[in-house]
């Protein structure tokens, strides 16, 4: 009989079990792409899923805010001392956590309110995050930034997870701020916020 094609791409022998030698170029060639394709895959390539390997998650469930104050032409930061067992007696920015339901704008205007007990700001989102590395429970905590603009007649009333307030000057809130990289944030904010007006394109629409 005729040679025919298998499910696979092999040519099949005729009666006399030979091969024509048009045949025999087909599967040569085939034979050097497998061998191209071998030899071009990577020893290790299966580590890129290896499931032996341990991974370190990253959390995104809480928010970070900066609240700025204009005093004499200069703006200050609100920082608030821990009284929580979290960072006892660090100076810190507002932060918390996001509850069910809430967008992250959302939380970041109820943890200024819980903790300060302020209303009118004009809040931003800056494309920066908080970050730092759990030990106890390994993992990468992530908070997205962002920065509220207060007006000049709002007080601060303290809720129970601090002690005290100050409106700092960005030298002193970087000298005074609880863990390293905040001050990297305080850079930014002060570069993009308060050095020249933010991009609209930052801004939360709060009545969407």
Not at 141 to 159: I, R, T
Request: charge should be negative; hydrophobic fraction near 35%; charged fraction near 25%.
């Amino acid at each position: 009989m005729e040679h025919t094609t298998n499910a696979q791409g092999l040519s099949q022998v005729n009666q006399t079990g030979q091969l024509s030698h048009s045949d025999q170029n087909m599967q040569a060639n085939r034979a050097k792409q497998v061998n191209k394709s071998t030899k071009d895959t990577p020893a290790n390539s299966s580590d890129l899923t290896n499931p032996e390997k341990q991974t370190v998650s990253i959390r995104c469930e809480g928010v970070a805010v900066i609240l700025l104050k204009k005093y004499l032409d200069e703006y200050h930061v609100l920082m608030l001392k821990r009284a929580g067992r979290m960072l006892y007696g660090e100076w810190c920015y507002i932060g918390g956590g996001i509850e069910q339901g809430e967008k992250a704008w959302e939380a970041a205007l109820r943890e200024i309110h819980e903790e300060t007990g302020i209303t009118n700001v004009r809040l931003y989102t800056t494309n920066q995050f908080e970050q730092f590395y759990s030990q106890a429970e390994d993992y990468i905590y992530m908070a997205p930034v962002f920065v509220g603009y207060v007006h000049e007649d709002q007080s601060v009333q303290l809720n129970h997870e601090h002690s005290d307030y100050r409106w700092m000057t960005f030298d002193e809130t970087k000298q005074n701020a609880a863990l390293p990289g905040i001050d990297d944030i305080l850079d930014f904010v002060e570069k993009h916020f308060v050095r020249k007006a933010p991009s609209k394109w930052l801004q939360i629409n709060t009545h969407q």
